[in-house]
């Protein structure tokens, strides 16, 4: 069930996640044109839907970087891990793949190459790969700090028995962590699209490779790393500095 919930979850995240970034920035789409506050504020709803769809059953973390995070602090058992990747990552593909279909008249008419990677994947304003790695870090770490300072004002998080799922199920948590996700786009998304996020990264960058779409160039896997790792390491960082500081109950 924990699995399952997570592809789901990741799935609807890409969906209206990556769909936003479509309408704002495709051809003849009627969002076009709507800016950066649009799509921010677009994937911050995305997450929080996504967090109150699945969080009873999984946690929701719907986040590799946030599953490694709350690995590291004892939140889920290391051995789980291998499996909500899996999920996290293919539900990232799957929903991606829907937004491909939702706009698919527009692929055709949007001529820069750049533009359609960047509706699956992130695309650096400029790139500078030590630059880009360092915000990614910095906006997990304040991703997986600010979980983890949300859910600590509503329950004790080390009564929840391994897992965020009593947390994160009920309540406005979902919408508080999607009003973070908003606050990071804003502040810290502008250097690099704020992947923070290895499966919202990875899955759609795979099935843009992988789809037919028509005119779309290459998929830039030669910046993947970059938000593959660094959400990792800041999601980690930002886990156990929480419990460093003593906040972690």
């Known amino acids: 069930m924990e699995y399952i919930a997570e592809f789901v979850g990741t799935a609807i995240l890409t969906l209206l996640g990556c769909g936003v970034v479509a309408g704002v920035t495709l ?7 709507g800016g950066w506050i649009v799509i921010t504020l677009g ?4 997450v929080g839907m996504a967090v109150y769809a699945v969080g009873q059953f999984s946690g929701a ?4 970087a946030v599953t490694f995070g709350m ?3 004892g939140e889920l058992p290391w051995s789980m891990v291998p499996g909500y990747v899996a999920a996290q990552v293919a539900g990232g593909a799957f929903g ?3 937004v491909w279909v939702t706009y698919l008249p527009h692929w055709k008419e949007t001529e820069d190459t750049e533009t ?3 509706v699956f994947s992130t695309v650096p304003a400029i790139r500078n790969i030590p630059a880009n790695f360092a915000t990614e870090v910095i906006g997990t770490f304040m991703l997986v700090f600010g979980i983890l ?4 004002n509503m329950n004790p998080i080390g009564q929840s028995n391994g897992d965020l799922a009593d947390l994160f199920g009920t309540g406005l948590a979902p919408l508080l962590i999607g009003l973070l996700v908003t606050a990071i786009g804003l502040s810290l998304g502008g250097p690099t699209g704020y992947a923070i996020n290895p499966a919202r990264d990875l899955g759609p960058r795979i099935a843009h490779a992988l789809l037919p779409i028509a005119g779309k160039g290459g998929s830039d896997w030669s910046y993947a790393l970059v938000p593959i790792v660094a959400p990792i390491v800041g999601g ?8 460093l500081l003593g906040f972690y109950e």
């Open 27 to 33: 051809a003849k789409s009627k969002a076009n044109g």
């Open 43 to 46: 994937w911050g709803l995305a």
């Open 61 to 64: 973390h719907i986040n590799p």
């Open 71 to 73: 690995a590291s602090i």
């Open 96 to 98: 991606a793949a829907l």
């Open 116 to 118: 359609k990677l960047g």
């Open 149 to 152: 300072g949300i859910n600590a």
């Open 236 to 243: 980690v960082l930002g886990g156990q500095t929480f419990v």
